[in-house]
């Protein structure tokens, strides 16, 4: 039993590292350079990623170029915090990491990703619904319900279509806003 959770430990591990190492051998000061700019137009915190790809390169005897990860880092970040990407970071259900954002591009880069979020959050909820909708039409095939447990059924299916279509209506509006630019 130990053995499986050393194993499964061991796995986990080594399948977080951000990088393999190869890339940490074959990465020179042009490779940093790039690493740093994809981790920043990714949105990742440079520090925290940094410090994994120390520990992913460690094993193989390289230590990144910090200086030089963080130039591609610089510039990467500033593809990271559009309004563009603000949105399409909350449509993905992430609340993204608006505080590495330089000052003059935070407030709107949180803004879409608000936006996306809610779009994110309602489909969600349509989804719940329409779950919960589904599983309640297949009761009613059960041929020993009695007409009181069907009209109750049907009632519920009834008041969830509501809400189905009041979450329609809100997410239509949702989409309806544009992504905010100042």
């Known amino acids: ?9 061991v796995a986990l ?6 990088l393999s190492e190869q890339e940490c051998l074959d990465a020179g000061a042009t490779s940093w350079e ?9 949105g990742y915190h440079p520090d925290r990623r940094l410090d994994q790809h120390y520990e992913a390169c460690s094993k193989v005897g ?11 880092w610089s510039r990467g970040i500033l593809e990271y915090c559009t309004p563009d990407r603000g949105y399409a970071v909350g449509l ?17 880069f949180q803004d879409n990703v608000k936006l996306g979020l809610r779009i994110y959050e309602l489909k969600q909820e349509m989804d719940s619904l329409y779950y ?3 599983n309640l039409e297949k009761k009613l095939d059960d041929k020993q319900l009695d007409k009181h447990a069907r009209r109750d059924i049907r009632e519920r299916i009834r008041r969830l ?9 809100q997410l239509n509006e949702a989409r309806s806003i544009s992504i905010i630019r100042y």
């Open 1 to 9: 039993m130990q053995l499986w959770l050393l194993i499964a430990a």
């Open 13 to 18: 591990l080594t399948g977080c590292a951000t």
């Open 34 to 42: 790039e690493i740093g700019w994809v981790d920043g137009c990714e």
């Open 62 to 72: 390289v230590s990144p170029d910090q200086d030089t990860y963080m130039a591609g």
């Open 92 to 108: 993905s259900g992430s609340r993204g990491n608006p505080e590495l954002c330089p000052y003059e591009t935070r407030a709107i």
């Open 132 to 134: 919960k909708i589904e």
């Open 161 to 169: 279509d509501h809400d189905m279509s009041d979450l329609r209506w």
